[in-house]
């Protein structure tokens, strides 16, 4: 039988756990810098998203609101030399809804002022977001039945 034998340690080698081996301050430093750019970025770009999705948002709301609107207006009955028309659509709460009527001039186009009624108006509806972040806007015409 063969015995095993030790072997004497090499002095140039050194033993890893009593080592003082480790990171410098620098590189501490270094790594800390780019985990946090990395962090604001990333949270930076979740905001960007956010801001983005509530913005489509309201503008998706607005569209359907300002439709809600133009409908109700086609639907009531034309009247002449008219300067609003009374429907049953009220903004929800955090809208605002605006009604300006122009008329045709009989030539080639609307005027603010109606003088003699020719049977045909249009009519510029518009619904804005309280908050200024949304506002959508659609004209509709309207002609004598």
């Not at 049953?88 to 003088?115: E, K, L, Q, R």
């Not at 804005?128 to 949304?134: P, S, V």
Request: hydrophobic letters at 35%; charged letters at 20%; proline letters at 3%.
């Amino acid at each position: 039988m063969r015995r095993l034998q030790r072997r004497a340690p090499d002095p140039d080698s050194t033993d890893r756990a009593n080592s003082d081996e480790g990171f410098t301050l620098v590189e501490l430093l270094l790594a800390v810098a780019i985990l946090g750019i990395s962090g604001v970025a990333v949270v930076g770009g979740m905001m960007t998203s956010i801001q983005v999705s509530d913005l489509g948002r309201r503008q998706a709301e607005g569209q359907g609101q300002v439709r809600a609107y133009a409908e109700a207006v086609a639907g009531a009955t034309y009247a002449n030399c008219a300067t609003s028309y009374a429907t049953s659509y009220s903004p929800p709460s955090g809208y605002t809804a605006t009604m300006t009527v122009a008329y045709w001039d009989g030539t080639s186009a609307f005027t603010s002022t109606c003088g003699t009624d020719k049977g045909l108006q249009r009519v510029n509806l518009t619904v804005t977001a309280t908050d200024g972040r949304g506002s959508e806007t659609v004209a509709i015409a309207k002609r004598t039945p």
